[in-house]
T-cell receptor, first 112, second 114 residues
Framework: DAKTTQPPSMDCAEGRAANLPCNHS???????VYWYRQIHSQGPQYIIH???NNETNEMASLIITEDRKSSTLILPHATLRDTAVYYC?????????????FGAGTILRVKS | NAGVTQTPKFQVLKTGQSMTLQCAQD?????MYWYRQDPGMGLRLIYY???????DKGEVPNGYNVSRLNKREFSLRLESAAPSQTSVYFC?????????????FGQGTRLTVV
């Protein structure tokens, strides 16, 4: 299975952009990169995903390098409510279908 | 919309007791998953079911069994609970055919084994 590597924690000032990096150097050509976040031990919440093109939605932007070995999640204007654990995940194919394998994630602390 | 519903939300067991964690989704998804999350850790996959009638082991299947009862329901059973199984358990569901669809998670079951 492809693995991801993220920094254990990051700080960001409120109102500034939060840039969360992720390395996935063993990713295969057909594996998507997903980002989820988890607030206060609630169930993880989907943020965004992509294959090779950059993606943007109402929550965030995802920048994937051309070689697909790394990506960056961008929260353009971080708020205190964005304080959470952010997970970068590669969805991999198992014997009976796709599955999500989580890493340790990055604790993002947004400070006023 | 209910999404993914887990029951119970909290449970305390004595060592050696058995119990079944229930999960149901109303999004007509094919794939369902069970994860556990220990304090300060990320989620680890226990078992998953890519479609009705199939199940497969994840990273940490020992001590657990699963049943995909129908397309909506996926249960996780602890036959003989141990303190090491104290954790928060999350169920999730997603589509199977395309690999570019998101998974939806329940709110978790907090299990303590004493």
């Amino acid at each position: 299975d492809a693995k991801t590597t993220q920094p254990p924690s990051m700080d960001c000032a409120e109102g500034r952009a939060a840039n969360l990096p992720c390395n996935h150097s063993t990713i295969s050509g057909n594996e998507y990169v997903y980002w989820y976040r988890q607030i206060h031990s609630q169930g993880p919440q989907y943020i965004i995903h992509g294959l090779k093109n950059n993606e943007t939605n109402e929550m965030a932007s995802l920048i994937i390098t051309e070689d697909r070995k790394s990506s960056t999640l961008i929260l353009p204007h971080a708020t205190l409510r964005d304080t959470a654990v952010y997970y970068c995940i590669v969805r991999v194919a198992g014997e009976y279908g796709n599955k999500l394998v989580f890493g340790a994630g990055t604790i993002l602390r947004v400070k006023s | 919309n209910a999404g993914v519903t887990q029951t119970p939300k909290f449970q305390v067991l004595k060592t050696g007791q058995s119990m079944t964690l229930q999960c149901a989704q109303d999004m007509n998804h094919n794939s369902m998953y069970w994860y556990r999350q220990d304090p300060g850790m990320g989620l680890r996959l226990i078992y998953y079911s890519a479609s009705e009638g199939t199940t497969d082991k994840g990273e940490v299947p020992n001590g657990y069994n699963v049943s995909r009862l129908n397309k909506r329901e996926f249960s996780l059973r602890l036959e003989s609970a141990a303190p090491s199984q104290t954790s928060v358990y999350f169920c999730a569901s997603s589509e199977i055919i395309a690999s570019d669809t998101e998974a939806f998670f329940g709110q978790g079951t907090r299990l303590t084994v004493v």
